[in-house]
């Protein structure tokens, strides 16, 4: 599927919402995070104690945001950053609030290098656009290319995010093609399937590749979302460019001196982020469900 937000591809509004995956807010759940059962009585979730157990050797790149803005496993910080602050009440302690704001690292973080042939991005948001533009929560870019690596892609402009809107995840990758390959929570041939997403809703993201069967999937609240229809992408593999720069919230066209085009709908994010995790491998449903049960129990 070619990107286009000239004419950006509309999607059916009737929706297939997943009960019980996200709740309001109450007096004893201040994050604002889903509701989960324990499923022991150890302590454990999953077999873990903490979200930084799970796939520890694969695990590449991290962001936590408690006061810091570096990639904690490099120490990367940011070249620049703009309407960005700290926010209390994160997945795990404080997250990173960004007020029409974003984060930029120049410096090539070293795990995103000609190794990387699968990958798996993990994410909390909470978002705040209000449907005039899409989100782009996170971006491996390329330097002069408007398309990064990989792209975490939020359809905000067609579905305002709010309390009880509904949400268009739209990820995509560069491929050796030249190209770029994507899949989203939408089929004409099935529901329309979402979590719903606003201002007091953490929603847990979650973008997986896997070589060398070319798959890309989709996952929100520990559930598999992507289309069918757009999982597997023929011989269109992934191909990551070096050099290779890292924004979180914003696009190219955001960076001071970095603009490629002079379309307005590229506008960085409003909304609250926290623990973005990269692995170099495709997680499993086990994997990605301990991490979304784990952060909704604060591990």
């Keep these: 599927m070619n990107h286009s937000y000239k004419s950006i591809i509309v999607v059916f ?21 889903p509701s989960v059962s324990p499923n022991d009585y150890t302590g454990k979730i999953e077999g873990f104690d903490s979200s930084g157990q799970v796939a520890t050797a694969n695990l590449i790149a991290y962001w936590n945001f408690d006061d810091n803005e570096n990639e904690i496993k490099s120490g990367t910080a940011p070249t620049s950053h703009s309407n960005d602050s700290y926010v ?71 579905h305002p995010a709010s309390d009880t809107s509904d949400l268009v995840v739209h990820p995509d990758f560069a491929d050796a093609n030249g190209g770029t390959q994507d899949n989203l929570n939408a089929s004409w041939l099935d529901s329309y399937k979402s979590p719903t997403i606003g201002a007091n809703k953490w929603v847990h993201l979650v973008l997986t590749y896997d070589y060398p069967s070319n ?11 992507g289309a069918p229809d757009y999982q597997n992408r023929g011989d269109n593999y992934f191909q990551l460019t070096k050099p290779n720069e890292v924004i979180i919230g914003g696009w190219y066209n955001n960076i001071p001196g970095k603009e490629l085009t002079t379309d307005t709908w590229t506008v960085p994010m409003t909304g609250n982020i926290d623990e973005i995790r990269v692995y170099n491998t495709a997680l499993g449903a086990a994997d990605i469900q301990a991490l979304y049960k784990l952060g909704v129990a604060g591990q």
């Design 13 to 33: 509004s009737a929706s297939v919402l997943f009960s019980g995956l996200l709740t309001s807010c109450s007096k004893d759940n201040p994050n604002h995070l």
């Design 215 to 225: 798959t890309i999937q989709v996952w929100a609240n520990g559930i598999k979302i």
């Design 88 to 158: 209390s009440n994160g997945v795990k302690g404080k997250a990173l609030g960004l007020n029409s704001g974003y984060l930029y690292y120049a410096t090539q973080i070293p795990a995103f290098n000609d190794t990387l042939k699968s990958f798996t991005v993990s994410e909390w948001v909470q978002i705040l656009n209000n449907g005039s533009t899409p989100t782009l929560t996170f971006t491996l870019a390329r330097p002069g290319q408007f398309w990064g690596n990989i792209n975490f892609l939020l359809e905000t402009g067609q």
